[in-house]
């Protein structure tokens, strides 16, 4: 099943590799985009091909690794999440400062990196991330605890991952960004 599943998640429009472990320690299914791809209708078909499969549930998937730079020229920060071999690299800048992280390749990781770049570069003590979700509307939830208070931020699935997972963690760190969470939603 496990070379015939790659092959068919190959064949998605968008897909430019596939490599497909379902019994290794590092189980999973890595798939890397071609530039320019839409990752939602790539994201759909995905889905949709793991849940004939039985490897998925019917249901909105989990974040995963973004390509691209993009300016989240909003939250006042420069945001890069580029898919490394073991994980991804999280660059979070401003003007002055710089900070990256090395993370594994998982939703909680790549989102508790971001922050914790972020929170770096605007001198702000880290915050714990609890969850990273996909709900029945297409959001994008992150929810944070800073030690005495849980706080949440969302963004649409459709923004593209990148710029969804900024907006949402931004939400959560209270950078100011109110009215993208209301404009995402």
């Known amino acids: 099943m496990t070379s015939s599943l790659a092959s068919r998640l190959g064949d ?3 897909v430019a590799s596939v490599v497909v472990d379902l ?16 990752e939602v209708v790539v994201m759909e078909k995905l889905r949709a091909l793991l849940a004939a ?5 019917e249901r909105e998937p989990r974040p995963s690794l973004g390509r691209s730079a993009r300016r989240v020229s909003d939250l006042g920060v420069d945001i890069q999440i580029t ?3 073991t994980g991804a690299r999280i660059e979070v800048a401003t003007a002055s400062v710089k900070s990256f992280r090395l993370v594994a390749a998982n939703p909680i990781s790549v989102t508790q990196g971001l922050a914790d770049a972020w929170c770096q570069v605007i001198g702000r003590i880290p915050i714990e991330i609890v969850s990273v979700e996909v709900d029945d509307q297409g959001d994008l939830v992150v929810i944070a605890f ?17 710029e969804a997972l900024a907006t949402a963690v931004g939400g959560v760190l209270g950078d100011g960004t109110s009215h993208l969470k209301q404009a995402a939603g």
Request: charged content about 30%; hydrophobic content about 30%.
């Open 12 to 14: 998605i429009p968008g």
């Open 146 to 162: 800073d030690g005495e208070r849980e706080s949440r931020g969302s963004a649409r699935v459709g923004l593209g991952w990148v």
């Open 53 to 57: 499969y039985g490897v998925r549930q």
């Open 23 to 38: 019994d290794g320690f590092g189980r999973g299914i890595d798939v890397r985009l071609e530039p320019g791809a839409d």
């Open 83 to 85: 898919p490394i071999e």
